[in-house]
């Protein structure tokens, strides 16, 4: 197989991941005369704010995702390629895919990051992560296909493990899963399931840390909590999750949970990639880089968004956050550097301006921590839908997406909650 990408007198940039970071450098250098080759394993830019809404069945994936294709139609520069990169060449100046090689005048780092398990092998094999669209679908099938058996279950301690939750992670993620799974077990499952008793299903919320919402402020932290226990949803910090096999979730504190349902929202890393030295990967398997995101002791790669860690920035001295912003900032600033470089000029180097944060814990109920003004409840609630409704890429996404709230909103219900799964091949 061959690429297939044409060569032409213009510098060619290698963008490697179409997430925030990566997707907002191409969007601004596509505007311009060079040649983009940009690669992903999807054919879509994914809204990875918004997947727990589709794991809990409020959302259609296809609302938070977006073609690459269709958002570069007009752009005879931007060549996309739906493959796998497998290592970079630096010594050559190329990478090499499932397509084959590919050569790069400048190459762009941006594969984001995963889950990270921390080594626990059960959890690898037994846990529910939630880092791509295809994870939020799994979740919601298995959540969906939970309470489908839980009705024939035969014995109480079988229909308890299926209908018990626990998530782990108090962080932005782990918190919105959680507040939205007490409000369909409070709200809309009684109605799916009237044979069932929802007293029996608890849902689990741990944060080893002392608080939920730790990056947050206080006041945001100690209304997340709140929140979070006005829904039922039972607390525990300062205890961690030590060991799942599928049927007990075990803590640090001796305690044993029967559940077939752990979500893990517990941490992510950097997706590694082969071809550098490991010194060139710091904490969480991020790729250092300088304030020009450059990565260390390459004048001609760059890494960006969650996959970078930048130190230089005393605020943020173990790197910025992993998060949309920081990754979008970084690829803007990259695109006007790029111009710069071909231009012979000085480099401007990343400062991150931060725009705040946000969490939403359930209806009418959120938290939003900006720099001026830290609040919570229903004003907070309506902010943080207004941000993510204008984030998302697409007229119809952002149009679908507000219907669907719109209606849930109204009814205190939701029709999406179906189970899909792909068909297998059986032998003729």
Do not use: C
Request: charged share 20%.
């Amino acid at each position: 197989m061959t690429p297939n990408i044409p060569d032409t007198p213009q510098k060619r940039i290698v963008i490697i991941g179409a997430g925030f970071g990566g997707l907002a450098l191409a969007q601004k250098l596509a505007r311009h005369d060079v040649q983009i080759v940009l690669i992903d394993k999807n054919n879509y830019h994914q809204f990875q704010p918004l997947f727990y809404q589709v794991a809990m069945a409020g959302l259609e994936p296809s609302s938070i995702s977006f073609p690459l294709r269709k958002i570069f139609q007009r752009k005879k520069n931007v060549h996309i390629r739906i493959t796998e990169v497998t290592k970079v060449n630096p010594e050559k100046n190329s990478i090499d895919t499932a397509l084959g090689e590919i050569t790069y005048d400048y190459l762009v780092l941006a594969m984001g990051a995963g889950t990270n398990f921390f080594g626990m092998k059960n959890m690898i094999e037994n846990a529910i992560p939630m880092k791509s669209v295809s994870e939020a679908i799994y979740l919601r099938n298995r959540v969906l296909q939970n309470f489908e058996d839980a009705l024939t279950a035969e014995d109480a301690e079988t229909r308890e493990g299926l209908m018990n939750m626990v998530v782990v992670g108090g962080g932005p993620t782990g918190v919105e899963v959680s507040g939205t799974l007490a409000e369909m077990k409070k709200v809309i499952l009684p109605k799916d399931y009237p044979e069932m008793d929802f007293n029996m299903m608890k849902i689990y919320l741990f944060e080893s840390s002392a608080e939920v919402l730790e990056v947050m402020s206080e006041e945001a932290s100690s209304k997340g909590k709140e929140y979070l226990e006005r829904l039922g949803v039972i607390v525990k910090t300062g205890v961690r999750i030590t060991d799942f096999d599928g049927k007990y979730a075990y803590t640090s504190t001796g305690e044993q949970i029967r559940t077939n349902n752990v979500v893990w929202a517990a941490g992510i890393k950097g997706n590694s990639i082969e071809g550098f030295a490991p010194e060139i990967y710091g904490r969480g398997s991020r790729i250092k880089v300088n304030q020009f995101n450059q990565v260390d002791g390459y004048e001609n790669i760059f890494a960006v968004g969650d996959i970078a860690l930048m130190s230089g920035d005393p605020k943020f001295p173990n790197g910025h956050p992993q998060m949309a912003q920081p990754a979008i900032q970084q690829g803007k600033l990259l695109a006007k550097n790029f111009l710069k470089i071909m231009r012979k000029e000085d480099l401007k180097p990343f400062e991150y301006k931060d725009l705040g944060s946000m969490a939403t814990v359930g209806r009418n109920l959120a938290v939003v921590d900006l720099p001026f003004w830290k609040f919570q409840g229903a004003f907070a609630w309506y902010v943080w839908m207004f941000v993510h409704l204008m984030s998302i890429l697409g007229i119809k996404n952002k149009v679908m997406v507000f219907i669907n709230w719109l209606w849930s909103y109204i009814t205190y219900d939701q029709s999406l909650r179906l189970i899909i799964r792909p068909k297998t091949k059986t032998g003729s």
